[in-house]
């Protein structure tokens, strides 16, 4: 399709209060060339450390120091240039500068990488006795006690270079995926509703999927699945490369697995990845008693695999940016006056980058560093899914203000496990508050379809998908070959599990895990579903407890890296090395399902 055709508009024809305002990072690409220039001399002046940070606490601080403040400027460099990038990825400029924002920060890490292997030459005592003499280094303690718990799993100068300049290759099997992915891999033309041929595309298959026609989403299903079976053999190959270096990684770091490996680094004990899975096992139940109901709505005598995105409700509700702004600010009024007053904030200040327009990236995003303002990047349409993208977009960012605002750079961000919370917690709020405030029955039931659904496809699946990562990480440390054949295999019977003996399982299925990119991800998935339930509970105890919940809700923003993940979480009100949020989730499903079940029977 030519971009005549598309209708899009340029960036030089969108208003500019619907633009994001990247010019308050650099305010001329000129000025982002002077940046680069300066880092690519600044970040060589960590040399003179090397081999004093052992002599004074001073010293230590005083590296630690250069180290925030090269990383501050590093990020600033490197966030508008991805933006750049995303706003029009034609732009060979933008891309240009992406890739050497990149490779620089690849060239730094290098540069920096003495630093844990030096401080670790330095006895428990002696880091004890510096935090004791110098106040001002009693602002890195946590660093440092992080450093010394990793002792066991760093390694010499000389390795931790070796491994650093590694990062780049490791990359391959997520690259080659990617551009297999994206760029080389042709979908086929279906039949639409319409009766007109079309191209599937990733973009277009969950609309597909949608339609109430079952022969387009049976072929956009098959299309889409038999596309990547017939890649199978690569596909395989690449995954099994990434879980290789993963496990390679973990080997060489003295980590007992992979698992261990990424988890160590938020500190996140592996009970909770187990509690997780063996949980919503525990209720598996729920789940296909939404499968069995969605067989009866849609009335079809098997519910195949290309039916469970299908809607339960043919209700379409528009949404404006002017009222997806104002539903937002109303929603999450239960967050208090400040939250709100920062809500508008992001409104005014031009935050936000609206409209799909030639070239952009897809999707949406919250993005920015530690000396930027948050941004998010959208792609407008007026419906309530984008709404609600707006909230979980806006919960990112808020997340980022208070951060930034009260701490300083060294944990002035937060780690993936906290990250999904209180986006999810944003949504779940708007959920509440249409749910309320709706009188159509119609909408109501849309909602609460909606909710179902984003539940499946957030908990259950991502769960599902965390099952099977880890699966395949332990198959392959207890040396079996990553197969296509094997891999589809374990991917058909975790789904045969999960959508029960109801659902007509289709054997494409099976390749599904072919077109994911999350598995090059490392263990990434699995936050999405513990994220989602401690958002969950956390919504739950703001409505019904209020301002005592919002503070703490507040606290858990303004945390950042300043205490472990864990701990953040548990002075918010949610013990994750418990089942019980895991399971208070599971029971808002099933109230939910209640709630849809007796509003269509009336």
Do not use: C
Request: a negative charge; glycine letters at 4%; zero cysteines.
């Amino acid at each position: 399709m030519s971009e005549e055709s598309t209708g899009l508009k340029t960036r030089e024809e969108v208003p500019t209060e619907l633009t994001w305002n990247l010019e308050a990072i650099f305010s001329t690409d000129e000025e982002w060339e002077e940046e680069f220039e300066a880092l690519k001399e600044e970040y060589k002046k960590v040399e003179k450390f090397k081999g004093t940070l052992a002599d004074s606490p001073e010293n230590l601080l005083k590296l630690f120091q250069f180290e925030d403040e090269f990383d501050g400027r590093l990020e600033k460099l490197y966030v508008y240039a991805h933006m750049r990038s995303d706003q029009d990825t034609t732009n060979s400029k933008y891309q240009d500068q992406n890739a050497r924002a990149a490779s620089l920060a690849t060239e730094a890490m290098s540069a920096f990488s003495f630093v844990t292997p030096e401080i670790l030459g330095m006895s428990d005592e002696q880091i004890e006795s510096f935090l004791t003499q110098n106040e001002e280094l009693k602002t890195y303690e946590k660093t440092l006690r992080d450093i010394m718990k990793s002792r066991p799993h760093v390694l010499s100068e000389k390795e931790e270079v070796l491994l650093a300049k590694s990062q780049e290759v490791s990359t391959t099997a997520g690259k080659t995926f990617g551009m297999l992915d994206n760029a080389d891999i042709e979908l086929p033309k279906i039949t639409n509703e319409e009766g007109e041929e079309v191209q599937l595309s990733s973009g277009r298959y969950r609309e597909f999927l949608d339609s109430k026609d079952r022969e387009v989403r049976k072929s956009a299903f098959l299309g889409m699945h038999n596309t990547y079976k017939s890649f199978k053999n690569t596909f395989a190959a690449t995954l099994s490369g990434q879980v290789k270096g993963a496990n390679f990684y973990a080997d060489a770091r003295n980590y007992d697995s992979a698992r261990a490996a990424s988890l160590d680094r938020n500190n996140i004990p592996e009970k909770v990845y187990d509690q997780l899975v063996d949980a919503v096992n525990d209720r598996l139940p729920s789940l296909h008693r939404f499968m069995d109901l969605k067989k009866k709505v849609l009335g079809v005598d098997e519910l195949h695999m290309y039916d469970i995105y299908t809607p339960l409700v043919d209700e379409k509700i528009e949404v404006t940016i002017d009222e997806a702004k104002e539903h937002v600010l109303e929603g999450l009024k239960p967050l208090g006056e400040e939250y709100n007053s920062i809500l508008q904030k992001a409104y005014n200040e031009r935050w936000i980058d609206w409209l799909e327009t030639k070239g952009k990236r897809s999707g949406a995003y919250s993005s920015g560093s530690y000396l930027t303002r948050p941004y998010i990047l959208m792609n407008w349409n007026d419906n309530i899914d984008n709404l609600f993208t707006l909230a979980h977009e806006l919960g990112h960012s808020l997340h980022s203000y208070y951060t930034h605002q009260n701490q300083n750079k060294r944990y002035g961000s937060y780690s993936i496990f906290v990250a999904e919370v209180a986006s999810t917690a944003n949504e779940a709020l708007l959920n509440d508050y249409l749910l309320k405030t709706l009188e159509d029955k119609n909408k109501k039931l849309y909602l609460l379809n909606n909710f179902l659904e984003g539940f499946r496809a957030t908990f259950f699946r991502q769960t599902m998908f965390a099952e099977f990562e880890h699966e395949i990480h332990q198959r392959d440390q207890n040396g079996e070959a990553l197969t296509a054949d094997k891999l589809t295999s374990i991917y058909y019977d975790l789904n045969k599990k999960y959508f029960g003996n109801n659902v007509h399982v289709d054997e494409e299925i099976g390749y599904e895990w072919a077109r994911i990119p999350h598995f090059y991800m490392n263990y990434y998935v699995y936050q999405y579903a513990t994220g989602y339930a401690a958002a969950t509970t956390l919504a739950d105890k703001i409505l019904t407890e209020g301002e005592v919940a919002v503070e703490r809700y507040k606290d858990y923003l303004k945390a950042g890296r300043s205490e472990d993940p864990i701990d953040v979480l548990k002075k918010a009100g949610v013990d994750m090395t418990t089942k019980d949020p895991i399971y208070k989730a599971l029971d808002v499903f099933d109230a939910k399902l209640d709630e849809f079940e007796k509003l269509l029977a009336e």
